[in-house]
């Protein structure tokens, strides 16, 4: 008989930390939400949100494992299980993807922006450029334009070597 109230307690004990690792994940994502709404108002920071993305992936992590104590491993509902778990892994390292990516699109928009304010020898030295490469391209379409002549004087096709 003994054996019996411990397997309730132990099964009591898994179904609690079944539950507590459920709330986890809601409340992750709570924060997630939050984080991203935060952040497309402008009241918040991309790090904020990156933070909240890891913790979205690290509670669904512990909710695995908390599911596999106890769960057969071959089963259908165990392997659907595990699939939807890599799905919120992909998607929470996309999601901190795009946000790192933002922060540096976000870095060197400033950077670029300062540099304009303060250095109109940059938008100088990029006209300065433009000016070159358009000159360089004048030229090459004459050269171009001298030899098609060149070989039509002598009866060649331009396009063809005779």
Known sequence: MEAHPAFATDDYQWSEGLISASRLVAAAV???CEAANALVQGHSSEE???SAAKQV?????????ACKVKSDLDSRAMQRLQSAGHAVKTATEHLVMAARSAIHEDERTLIISQRMVSGIAQVMDAQEQVLRKERELIEARGKLAALNKARYERG??????H
């Open 30 to 32: 709570h924060q997630l």
């Open 57 to 65: 992936a690290s509670s669904t992590a512990h909710l695995l494992v």
């Open 48 to 50: 904020k949100l990156i």
């Open 156 to 161: 060649m096709s331009p396009n063809t070597d």
